[in-house]
């Protein structure tokens, strides 16, 4: 049966789907996604994974995508960010049978994707895209499909868009921001540029960026015409979002840790996943949130999290008629609801800081630091200033490592094989050799090996072994002779 492509792909495979959760980097994993579609979302994507990883690694493979079957968790999209054409297809070869399509990630604008040079930071590569949608069209029995961020020109994300589509691309999402809006400086997501880009294209169009509850949804589908409209963070607040209901936070919580009792996952996920859910409550109960971030086991955050209730359960108790929420929020913060995040002004007043000192560092000044602020550190590199006041963090300081010749990874100094620790184990044993640089010695031992077997063949014949002038190796040519 040949695959379906654009408007029939998404009318029958995706059934049509208008709700839909965003790909997460450790935050869109099953349980979570199971949540989600209780409360109305109509498609999923996994967390972003990494295409080499996925190609190499087995343990990585079984924990993001082949664990246990679960029917519910249809339809599905798996995303992988990879910046080479055979590494992206040989890797959504092995993913293909457990989903409905396969996503290449185009959208991702933080520092590791710059380092890893994937995501966001491909948009410019129009040749390499190309090539990469053309081959995984050309051999996936799936249809792919991309996320990508919008340019600041609105004529040129119109081409970008035309370019992926006549590669292959059979459904696009279009997240509404450049790849420099993100952190406090995210601003407002452009659905000009959205509704552009769907009157552009033939194939069907998701728009993502400024839905924080089910009435942006609604209107995102208005006034852009997209088929759907996905969402992350007001998601990860409120996965009743698709629902248009604001339920109460340790509902959620519990769902969510019920389905994690059944499907688990790492607990830094799940600890996420309750920072996100309490946030509001966190601010007003800060000992519980040194406990959540401190917590060690799934029963740990359960305990955490029926404190949370009980604690808010008695605030409603001796609520006062009348009185309404605090902070400016929509609701009381036992509610789930939409975090606005702060912008750099405001970032600056709650660190109580004025101007460019402290106001917008936090997270970017990694970002800043590479991109050529060298005077703005981070408070850790700060830290290691004071220790050591000869430090450079200048990036062009920084030593260039050489590549393995296997995977791209840093390949040690002094292997015999030009690899990785891990391609050269592989190499090493495969050929019985030695790699001195990695230490590994699988020659070495084996010729150890031979060498006892032999002198125990001297041991079980005396005849043999009272010949003082022959050593183990003659000892066992003359046994096997004289066993002839």
């Known amino acids: 049966m040949p695959k379906l492509r654009g408007e029939a792909f998404w009318r029958e495979t995706l059934r049509s789907a208008h709700y839909v959760v965003a790909p997460m980097v450790d935050q869109s994993e099953l349980a979570w996604r199971l949540l989600s579609r209780r409360h109305g979302a109509q498609l999923c994507y996994t967390p972003m994974l990494h295409a080499q990883v996925f190609l190499r690694d087995a343990n990585y493979r079984r ?25 992206f297809v040989q890797a959504a070869l092995l993913a293909q049978d457990y989903c409905d399509a396969i996503d290449l990630n185009l959208g991702c604008p933080q520092m590791i994707a710059k380092r890893g040079h994937y995501g966001a930071f491909l948009q410019e590569e129009w040749d390499l895209l190309q090539r990469m949608i053309l081959l995984a069209n050309e051999k996936l029995s799936v249809p792919i499909t991309c996320k990508i961020r919008v340019f600041p020109e609105i004529d040129k994300t119109v081409k970008y868009a035309q370019m ?6 059979q459904l696009l999402t279009v997240h509404g921001r450049t790849k420099e809006q993100k ?69 959620m919580a519990e769902e969510y840790l019920e389905i994690v009792q059944k499907y688990p996952c790492p607990l ?6 309750l920072f996100k859910l309490w946030h509001h409550t966190l601010q007003v109960y800060q000992q519980l949130r040194e406990e959540l971030a401190k917590v060690k086991t799934l029963e740990g955050i359960v305990d955490v999290n029926r404190e949370l209730k009980l604690r808010c359960q008695e605030e409603i108790a001796n609520q006062k008629e009348g009185e309404k929420p ?15 995040r702060p912008g750099p002004k405001e970032r600056c007043k709650e660190n109580g800081a004025s101007g460019t000192e402290k106001g917008v560092r936090g997270k970017r000044a990694l970002e800043e630091e590479e991109d050529g602020n060298s005077e703005l550190l981070s408070k850790n590199k700060q830290k290691k200033k004071l220790r050591n006041p000869n430090k450079s963090f200048d990036p062009s ?5 050489a590549k393995c ?40 031992k084996y010729e150890k090996s031979l060498s006892w077997q032999s002198s125990q063949r001297v041991i ?13 190796g003659e000892a066992a040519v003359l046994k096997e002779a004289g066993d002839s």
């Open 164 to 169: 992926l589509e006549k590669a292959g691309c």
């Open 460 to 472: 079980q014949n005396p005849e043999i072994s009272r010949r003082g002038d022959v050593d183990v």
């Open 326 to 340: 605090k902070e400016g929020l929509p609701f009381f913060h036992w509610i789930c609801q939409p975090y606005i």
């Open 397 to 401: 300081l920084k030593p260039k490592y």
């Open 63 to 87: 924990e993001n995508l082949y664990g246990e079957a679960c029917p519910e968790d249809r339809p599905l999209i798996v995303q992988f960010c990879a910046n080479d054409p055979e590494v």
């Open 405 to 444: 010749d296997q995977c791209g990874n840093p390949k040690g100094n002094k292997c015999v094989f030009n690899m990785c620790r891990g391609c050269c184990k592989k190499r090493a044993f495969r050929e019985t050799a030695d790699c001195p640089g990695h230490g590994l010695l699988f020659k070495t």
């Open 268 to 273: 830094s996920y799940v600890r996420a996943h």
């Open 183 to 251: 952190g406090p400086l995210a601003g407002v997501a452009s659905w000009e540029h959205i509704q552009a880009v769907r009157k552009a294209v033939s194939i069907p169009v998701f728009a993502n960026g400024n839905i924080q509850c089910l009435s942006d949804v609604e209107e995102c589908i208005r006034k852009t015409g997209v088929h759907g409209v996905m969402s992350a963070e007001g998601n990860l607040h409120n996965p009743a979002l698709f629902e248009g209901r604001n339920p109460l936070v340790w509902e």
